[in-house]
């Protein structure tokens, strides 16, 4: 170890905190002018400590799971008679969609369509969460090395929970629809209106660019449009919950505060993501993406 | 200045490297604590500031065994892993850590509540600076209730937290 003298450590001590401190903000604004910065660093410390954070977050996904479990028996008798019901519904839906699948295929040979890519799947359990910062996101533990890739739906069994932003080899981070960042194109079953809904760190996101012609009413359903390419159209989103003064508020089908699993949806559509366009030799202007931006800053 | 420095206890020695090692350690896992998932509905945005209990203990008993560097490294690798805009929470520890230091000799050997009072008014500095800096970060007026409620709950939370620390810094250094 090096000695240094006693005026010159005071010296040190002195200034390591102010010069932190300025580190600190010129980290900030990098940061802030250039988010691709650090988004390589992201993604190493992401899988860096993927595996301690699986392990940490086991006993806590367990225990979850144990209080899931005993409430589980208390209400048995309730969810029973539930299910029961919704089974007979089911059963008849279950009827509807085979004689419609069936007609479909007939059609769909009539018009010799094109067939919609194969989907695949990887269910990824939740590691880490935003920690109270004024971020919506979550950190999953499989990554490129599952076939994961930038911009496939994360969804759960009730509906779209977000989007992959940042993908490393073994942790992937999940922007969730709640994000002040998250923008997806989506319409209004029924109307068929389009919009986009639109993060606002609070539960209930917004739809925004809606026409004005539009008619809507509480509790219709919001579904993805397809537009952007990114997602597939009609993957459940939420409910319009609030109408209230041109603002109208979604609430999500996913209770996004607790998530536990995900599943992330390959639609074979990651590739429409917009990639860097070259200059064009000819107009001088850039070249159209194959797709406009899902992000729609 | 100087007279003031002196009149402090001076920081008794410590060899033992796993103590030496505590508080970075503990700060270490409060930051990596806050990012866990627990499964309590609405928990993410109200996590409490876990960190900065850790950095507002050791900073008092220990700042010798917590230096500005790891605070600052800490901050980053919370931020990064959080997704949040990196810089914000090293920062915020960093600022913390000045204004502890210039009042710290107010805490030293001081009854509990006292030292408690201290870090209520702390938190609430510190929770509002964050808030701030992410008004000005994102440019838009955010919702300060979630911030509020994260105060409250580490206020609440610090007895529980500065325990555990104290406990843990008496049985590897023999001082409190």
């Not at chain 1, 600190?24 to 660093?41: H, P, R, W, Y």
């Not at chain 2, 919370?78 to 997704?83: C, K, R, T, V």
């Not at chain 2, 805490?107 to 509990?112: E, K, P």
């Amino acid at each position: 170890m090096i000695r240094l003298s006693p005026q010159l450590r005071a010296l040190l001590q002195r200034t390591t905190l102010p010069f932190l401190v300025l580190a600190s903000m010129v980290v900030i604004i990098l940061g802030k002018a250039d988010q691709s910065l650090l988004d390589s660093l992201r993604r190493t410390v992401g899988d860096a400590v993927a595996p301690a954070l699986d392990t940490a977050s086991r006993p806590l996904a367990a225990v979850g799971n144990l209080v899931d479990r005993a409430r589980g028996v208390v209400a048995m008798y309730q969810e029973n008679l539930r299910l029961t019901e919704e089974n007979e519904k089911l059963l008849q839906w279950q009827d509807a969609a085979l004689r419609l699948a069936a007609e479909n295929e007939q059609l769909r040979g009539l018009l010799r369509l094109v067939p919609e890519p194969a989907i695949s799947y990887v269910t990824a359990r939740v590691i880490a969460n935003s920690g109270g910062a004024y971020v919506r996101t979550v950190l999953i533990n499989a990554g490129s090395n599952d076939g994961l890739a930038r911009g496939q739906a994360a969804m759960t069994g009730e509906g779209l929970a977000g989007r992959l932003t940042e993908v490393g080899a073994r942790a992937a981070r999940v922007l969730l629809i709640t994000d002040l960042n998250s923008r997806i194109p989506v319409m209004v079953e029924g109307s068929r209106e389009g919009a986009v809904l639109a993060g606002d760190n609070s539960e209930r996101p917004r739809l925004q660019y809606l026409p004005a012609s539009a008619t809507l009413k509480i509790g219709d359903r919001v579904v993805t449009s397809g537009e952007g390419g990114v997602f597939p159209p009609g993957l459940p989103v939420g409910i319009i919950a609030s109408v209230d003064s041109g603002a109208v508020r979604v609430e999500p089908s996913v209770e996004l505060s607790q998530l536990g699993y995900l599943r992330i949806v390959n639609y074979g559509l990651a590739d429409a993501l917009p990639k860097p366009v070259p200059v064009s030799p000819h107009t001088g202007r850039r070249g159209k993406p194959a797709t406009d931006d899902p992000e729609l800053h | 200045m100087a007279l003031k420095v002196f009149s402090l206890p001076a920081l008794p020695r410590v060899d033992n490297t796993a103590a030496r090692l505590w508080p970075i350690a503990t700060t270490v896992l409060a930051a990596v604590g806050s990012i866990l998932p627990v499964h309590i509905a609405g928990y993410a945005a109200l996590t409490p500031a876990f960190t900065l209990m850790a950095a507002y203990h050791w900073t008092i008993y220990r700042p010798d065994l917590l230096p500005p560097a790891a605070l600052f490294a800490i901050g980053a690798f919370q931020d990064l892993l959080a997704g949040a805009p990196v810089g914000v929470s090293a920062l915020l520890l960093l600022l913390a850590r000045g204004v502890v230091m210039s009042y710290r000799r107010y805490f030293v050997n001081r009854l509990f509540p006292f030292v408690w009072t201290g870090f209520t008014i702390l938190t609430g500095g510190a929770l509002l600076a964050f808030w701030a800096l992410h008004c000005v970060l994102d440019w838009a007026l955010l919702d300060f209730r979630s911030t509020a409620f994260r105060a409250v709950l580490t206020v609440a939370i610090f007895p529980l937290g500065s325990f555990l620390l104290g406990r843990t810094q008496r049985a590897l250094m023999g001082t409190a």
